[in-house]
T-cell receptor
């Protein structure tokens, strides 16, 4: 198995632009998580899905952020419009229903200028 | 919701010495406590976990202890090596509920 796949690995954009981050979880995993990591705030859970359904989005910072999971093998995190304070590493992780171990993707390093 | 506090934020030890990282949690319903290691520029990876029905768990040079009454748990690394240098995160969850709350991380530096 290739593990959790994220794209792009690096993204540099200008303030106001739309950013879309993509994630492919490990096949057979029922849970998918989106995290944001910064030096100041550490590792923050933004949203997670179970069987493609959003369960808890209380960590989503504001309306500029949205996430979807149209099927079991794909999820997106969108920021529109992006702001410099959104600069961070965004991780996607997945886990099975019967175990709690979360497997993280390599992350997307986002820089908003 | 759950709140996890982690100490210290940074830790330097000489190679071969032991390192201890401590965490406390607030929600008595939490019953699953994983530890993740994140090397510089890499993703967090699970290194050990413990459930609330166990007080201690060991895996080679690493061990985790849990005190449910006091709501704290600790990571112990013995005979530290330079490759142990990384950021370590503790976390807590209610197991099947799946939402995991992470601590703020401890940057461990092992000095050769």
């Amino acid at each position: 198995d290739a593990g959790v796949i994220q794209s792009p690995r690096h993204e540099v954009t200008e303030m106001g632009q739309e950013v879309t981050l993509r994630c492919k979880p490990i096949s057979g995993h029922d849970y998918l998580f989106w995290y944001r990591q910064t030096m100041m705030r550490g590792l923050e859970l933004l949203i997670y899905f179970n069987n493609n359904v959003p369960i808890d989005d209380s960590g989503m910072p504001e309306d500029r952020f949205s996430a979807k999971m149209p099927n079991a093998s794909f999820s997106t995190l969108k920021i529109q419009p992006s702001e410099p304070r959104d600069s961070a590493v965004y991780f996607c992780a997945s886990s099975t229903n019967r175990g709690e171990t979360q497997y993280f993707g390599p992350g997307t390093r986002l820089l908003v200028l | 919701g759950e709140n996890v506090e982690q100490h210290p934020s940074t830790l330097s030890v000489q190679e071969g010495d032991s390192a201890v990282i401590k965490c406390t949690y607030s929600d008595s319903a939490s019953n699953y406590f994983p530890w993740y290691k994140q090397e510089l520029g890499k993703r967090p990876q699970l290194i050990i976990d413990i459930r609330s029905n166990v007080g201690e768990k060991k895996d080679q040079r690493i061990a985790v202890t849990l005190n449910k009454t006091a709501k704290h748990f600790s990571l112990h690394i013995t005979e530290t090596q330079p490759e142990d240098s990384a950021v370590y995160f503790c976390a807590a969850s209610q197991g099947g509920y799946q939402k995991v709350t992470f601590g703020t991380g401890t940057k461990l530096q092992v000095i050769p």
